[in-house]
């Protein structure tokens, strides 16, 4: 499919840079690649006009779109989409557990599909690829979220032995970067005693260590 062509993205061009977390890179990568597809090229295509008619988009990516410049096809989905809440969700009639288009997201539907795909791509390679081991193990960091996402791809889809392999590598990464911040948060606490004001000309990790402990916890 075309789709699969355009949300394609090489594995090592996230771990590649070695710099913060990859695979907060793979997702925002995948979350520009759909955003600019939703306003581009799927504008002529009925089967996504479908979904995103039956999903619609979280307050997020709406922001994302509306600042897109093509604008007509934002209000043309727009119309379908409200003809579709109208038709389908007045009166609403909600069953237990099912989703609305209150809380549900087109965009967000494709890059996690996009990302399960992708994760399941690093963990083969891991174990198949010595360069690309070899790689994973040189990154800065994961952030937590996307740890927490690893740890529990990797229980599902490895066996036990690469699964104790795999988990006690990235938590390592993970630790020693956690271990580092919690050193800068409290540097940066220090800065408060006037007795350790130059502590703030010494690190920018120190100074934006409130930043960047809020990005590892949350992804973001």
């Not at 581009?40 to 006009?49: F, L, Q, S, V």
């Not at 039956?54 to 989905?77: D, P, W």
Request: proline fraction near 3%; include cysteine.
């Amino acid at each position: 499919m075309l789709k699969d062509t355009i949300y394609t993205i090489p594995i090592s061009d996230v771990f590649e840079p070695r710099c913060g977390c990859p695979i907060c890179l793979m997702r925002d990568m995948l979350e520009n690649r759909n955003v600019e597809y939703v306003m581009g090229a799927a504008m002529m295509e009925p089967d996504i006009r479908v979904q995103t008619n039956k999903y619609g988009f979280c307050t997020e990516h709406f922001s994302m779109i509306v600042v897109q410049k093509n604008r007509l096809s934002l209000a043309l989905m727009l119309e379908t989409h409200l003809d579709e809440l109208n038709k389908k969700h007045f009166p609403l009639n909600v069953k237990k557990g099912e989703a609305t288009p209150a809380n549900t997201c087109y965009v967000c539907n494709e890059i996690s599909a996009s990302m399960d795909k992708m994760l399941e791509t690093i963990l083969t390679l891991y174990f198949a690829d010595s360069s690309f081991k070899k790689l994973v193990n040189e990154q800065e960091f994961f952030c937590y979220q996307h740890y927490e996402l690893l740890v529990k791809k990797a229980s599902v889809k490895l066996n036990k032995k690469q699964s104790a392999i795999f988990i006690k590598d990235i938590t390592e990464i993970t630790r020693k970067y956690l271990l580092s911040l919690r050193d800068d948060v409290h540097s940066f606490s220090k800065m408060f005693d006037y007795r350790n004001a130059n502590i703030a000309e010494k690190s920018d990790d120190v100074k934006f260590s409130l930043e960047r402990a809020i990005s590892f916890l949350t992804g973001r």
